[in-house]
């Protein structure tokens, strides 16, 4: 009897020893299930934080690219600050007056002569004994011009100027045309005050002038030509009539590289006859436009 109560007691444990190790595979079997779909998603996620990361290192490499273009365009601020700083001392007790918005003329110590030889305009410095001192003198040829032109953008150097009235009569061989009008004058390259254009950048222009004579006793002639540093690049001429024979124009367009700090200007070929004409019906100018770098 006890022999048989023995066996229905093991029996009965065997089974239910059987269901819980049945039960215990079943829950680590939905574990490990739950891990793995937590480990794909942090996969998922790594990958999004490596795209994230990639995405910042490409900005922070165009932001240092920007950073070092504004640090070069400090620079050349800054060395036009100094350039600046450094005319000022040169010119010592120059002083500046403003005639218009686009034209600055220096009055320093010394004479600046309206009349040189044969109408010929050009400016030297000259030294003294005190180093705060400058003179000006005009000779033969154009040289540069103690403040240079403004620094403006490429595309708005362009300028247009005319005679105000005619001008004396006779004007003698490789006489300076001075257009005391200005229209427009953008980067500052014109001067009014001696009718010469001193290139602000490096570049391919065009040039335009004319010219216009009037009836008078005696048949008006006059021909000019463009000088780009005292060599020819084009000329025109006009011959009028006697009385009764109205006025006359004539213009060209020329075509020619310039570098930066050239002079161009406008000046009689030979000894006119008569007065060079300008006013409302007809005037005698000179323009300029930079077409490209």
């Not at 490409?58 to 504004?70: G, Q, S, T």
């Not at 220096?106 to 001192?133: A, D, Q, Y």
């Not at 103690?146 to 003698?172: C, E, M, Q, R, T």
Request: charge should be negative.
């Amino acid at each position: 009897m006890a022999l048989v109560l023995c066996l229905i007691l093991h029996v009965v444990l065997s089974k239910v020893s059987g269901l819980d190790a049945e039960d215990w595979r079943k829950e680590i079997e939905k574990r490990l299930s739950s891990l793995e779909e937590f480990n794909v998603h942090l996969q998922k996620e790594n990958a999004n934080l490596r795209f994230i990361v990639s995405e910042t290192q490409h900005e922070n490499k165009l932001l240092k690219r920007e950073l070092n273009k504004v640090v070069e365009r400090v620079d050349k601020c800054e060395e036009a600050i100094l350039t600046h700083d450094d005319i000022q001392r040169t010119l010592g007790r120059g002083t500046v007056t403003k005639e218009s918005d686009d034209d600055l003329k220096i009055f320093s110590k010394g004479n600046r002569h309206s009349n040189p030889r044969r109408g010929e305009r050009s400016m030297e410095l000259v030294g003294s004994e005190n180093e705060n001192e400058v003179f000006t003198k005009w000779k033969g040829q154009p040289v540069p011009r103690i403040v240079p032109p403004d620094s403006y953008p490429v595309s708005a150097v362009a300028f247009y100027g005319y005679l105000s009235k005619n001008s004396a009569p006779n004007l003698p061989p490789h006489h300076l045309i001075v257009y005391d009008k200005v229209v427009i004058n953008r980067a500052n390259g014109y001067n009014k005050g001696d009718g010469i254009f001193i290139a602000p950048v490096t570049g391919v222009y065009a040039f335009h002038f004319s010219v216009c004579v009037f009836e008078s006793p005696d048949i008006p002639w006059a021909s000019l030509e463009i000088a780009l540093n005292g060599n020819t690049l084009g000329s025109i001429f006009e011959e009028g009539a006697a009385s009764g024979g109205g006025f006359h124009c004539s213009s060209t367009l020329v075509i020619s590289d310039v570098h930066i700090g050239d002079h161009v200007f406008i000046r009689t070929m030979q000894t006119t006859i008569g007065h060079i004409h300008s006013d409302q019906r007809g005037r005698t100018s000179f323009s300029g436009w930079l077409l490209y770098r």
